[in-house]
């Protein structure tokens, strides 16, 4: 087939391209003008044309990413494909069409979710279920991030947000029989204008929990306590795994015991289990060392949310007690322009000895009025610096980074602020130390 991708250059999108032309098909795609790596690195590597094809009757299907609408060539596109009649879904119905099994395996939440979905595909994958399987990062044992395969096993990292073409939470487009929830919090703020539509979407993911399928739930989140009553399947806790592993950080050993109850109750053997778990080297952007020398660390992670944050920062505090935390700051996600959301993140920088909040962005179609400002962060943020310009941040670094930080940077995309990262940590290897980067 001749398979079109409106939006092609994101988590879900440019995986499932490129999953489709191993499978052979003809994938073309568009998006905005300039994308950014990994997306446009990966979608170059896998030859696939970015905004070269026209819009046609040669074209078999289209498949409409998330972020069509944020851009005024793809919302033309998709004008003209239904204009021209060409049969059209979004990417979450072709995922829940085409990837998802009888065995589906759903991992949902406000956190931890790309962890688990990518520990969990590289532990079945040892175990040969051959799962086909979806999640939204770059696991560092080099899996691909999106996988079809004729296994009646699938796991996919299921998000509750709303976007694109869909008219509700994601998860509630995919079957499920096993389901892991790490946390049902009111994080998109952008897609639920209550609290009571956030907690009613995830009910209903719950409620469509066949009586033979199972939920496994992270016990010390209590946004979940009010949501187990209404499982018809049985339900079964976690906490902590106990088994060796090279992630970091409390929060990911709770993410790894949620991968080892399910793994139990498939009845894995239990050596397969160790060693998945001891060579498993977690996911891109989570907590990644990516330099370390001079008694200096460099740290790069995904978290934008109060609670990713905050466990992030608990993790590194935990694992490097003496060393002292500062944090460079991208506030990107779109919930982020909500100032409820704003408010939650007063109290979870505490720990750090300053924040450097970098270049604002905001949604474009949120009038001037109510848009957030620098003003706005450094008001709830105690410590914080807004520097929005690449130079005076490489400058600040230069002149305030000493023996025994770590230096952590938060962002959820966009090249410029791992373009500014990277120039910090070359300025610091001019003793010839040798660095990973």
Known sequence: MNIHIVGIAGSMTAPLAIALKKQGHEVTGSDQQRIYPPFSTQLKNAKIPINKTSINKKIDLAIIGSSYLAFSHTK??????????????????????????QNSILVAGSYGKTTISAALCYLLTKAKFNPSYMFGGQGLNRQDSLHFSNSDYSVVEADESINGLDTKAKFLYYPVKYLILTSALWEHKDSYQSEADNFNAFKQLIQNIPKDGILIYNQNDKSIKRLLPFAIC??????????????????????????????????????????????????????EIKAKFNNLLFIDDYAQGATRIKAALL??????????????????????????????????????SEIVIYRLKFIPSQKASDRLCAKDYLSTIPHSLYIPLRGNVLKHYQNTLKSGDILIHFSSGGEEGLITFQKIIRFFKKNNVKINY
């Open 234 to 287: 049985p339900t079964i806790p976690y906490t902590q795994t106990s088994l060796q592993n090279k992630l970091i950080g409390k929060y990911n050993q709770q993410n790894l015991a949620a991968v080892e109850v399910l793994a139990k109750y498939l009845k894995i053997n239990p050596k397969i289990i160790t060693v998945s778990f001891k060579s498993f080297k977690g996911i891109k952007r989570r907590l």
């Open 315 to 352: 993790a590194l505090k935990n694992t490097f007690p003496d060393k002292n935390i500062k944090v460079f700051y991208e506030p990107h996600a779109s919930f982020l322009q909500h100032r409820s959301n704003l408010k939650e993140l007063s109290t979870v920088f505490s720990i750090a």
């Open 76 to 101: 033309e596109e998709f004008l003209e494909i239904k204009a021209q009649k060409i049969p059209y879904l979004s990417a979450t119905k072709y995922i829940s069409q085409f990837l998802i099994k």
